[in-house]
């Protein structure tokens, strides 16, 4: 089945750095890739999604790049602020109809 | 439109009881997923529901089942719970399958003594 590995575990930056999380998956049949942000004690959210028809997408602060070759995307996230602090899961589509998701990146933004 | 609602949140059991989760959806989502969520595992699928009546086997199916009688209900079940199963699960509910934005519940965090 579908693996998804996801670096590093946690990260810790100073307010306005950049930040980025990357991941890598193992089926090539994968087309869909999505970021979901979870809050301390909140349920998790999508942020934003990259198709394998494009290889970047923008939006605001957040951009998500893929490389289909290399079979990995990367989320980056720049001037982060202290509300950018959580648990950012990576994702990847599978053959059940279900998306198989990484293990997780704890992001802190120290003010 | 409270979107998708997990019930219990918090539930304590013994090894050996059982236990069903539910979740309901006001969003006439056709498709209905569970997954359970361990420090430094992600969210892993347990089981998903393509439509009302039809229910299949994610990444880790083994002590758990699931039905969805109502389009707008999934519960999963431990017929006996075992530690391993201390967790925190999360349903969740999309329009479309895969690409579909996952709108997820608030999570039950359930202990297994």
């Known amino acids: 089945g579908e693996n998804v590995e996801q670096h590093p575990s946690t990260l810790s930056v100073q307010e306005g750095d950049s930040a980025v999380i990357k991941c890598t998956y193992s089926d090539s049949a994968s087309n869909y890739f999505p970021w979901y942000k979870q809050e301390l004690g909140k349920r998790p959210q999508l942020i934003i999604d990259?198709?394998?028809?494009?290889g970047e997408k923008k939006d605001q602060r957040i951009a998500v790049t893929l490389n289909k070759t290399a079979k990995h995307f990367s989320l980056h996230i720049t001037e982060t602020q202290p509300e950018d602090s959580a648990v950012y899961f990576c994702a990847a589509d599978t053959g059940r109809r279900a998306l198989t998701f990484g293990s997780g990146t704890r992001l802190q933004v120290q003010p | 439109n409270a979107g998708v609602t997990q019930t219990p949140k918090f539930r304590v059991l013994k090894t050996g009881q059982s236990m069903t989760l539910l979740c309901a959806q006001d969003m006439n989502h056709e498709y209905m997923y569970w997954y359970r969520q361990d420090p430094g595992m992600g969210l892993r699928l347990i089981h998903y529901s393509v439509g009302e009546g039809t229910t299949a086997k994610g990444e880790v199916p083994d002590g758990y089942n699931v039905s969805r009688l109502k389009k707008q209900n999934f519960l999963l079940g431990l017929e006996s719970a075992a530690p391993s199963q201390t967790s925190v699960y999360f349903c969740a509910s999309s329009y479309r399958p895969i690409t579909g934005e996952l709108f997820f519940g608030e999570g039950s965090r359930l202990t297994v003594l």
């Open positions: 990259i198709r394998s028809n494009v």
